[in-house]
């Protein structure tokens, strides 16, 4: 069984910065895709970004220049960097893993709050 742990998730203020890590229980260089997903109260859960292998990366239009995800095999981490924050990006940030291109999202974290207000 694969779990994930979140860390990184706070208070901070807009145009601040936070830093989201999320480690895996085994080895995660099989692992084909690695994403984070955010969900804010009322709304359904959005993919904010993904990795394939170590350089093949992918945005949301909404946080596209702002974050930037990356993955660490040899730590079993993968980070989302997230730069210029604002109220909106307020949301429960989780990451989340597939084994292969055809495989849905089957092991998750718990989840990591992040709240940006003055």
């Known amino acids: 069984q694969v779990q994930l742990v979140e860390s990184g998730g706070g208070l901070v203020q807009p145009g601040g910065s936070l830093r989201l890590s999320c480690t895996a229980s085994v080895s995660i260089s099989t692992f084909y895709q690695m994403a984070w997903f955010r969900q804010a109260p009322g709304n359904q859960r959005e993919l904010v970004a993904s990795i394939i292998g170590t350089r093949n990366t992918e945005y949301s239009d909404a946080v596209n220049g702002r974050f930037t995800i990356s993955r660490d095999n040899a730590r079993n981490t993968v980070f989302l960097q997230m730069n210029s924050l604002k109220p909106e990006d307020t949301a429960v940030y989780s990451c989340?893993?597939?084994?292969?291109?055809?495989?849905?999202?089957?092991?998750w974290g718990q989840g990591t709050q992040v709240t940006v207000s003055s």
């Open positions: 989340a893993v597939r084994a292969g291109p055809f495989d849905i999202y089957k092991y």
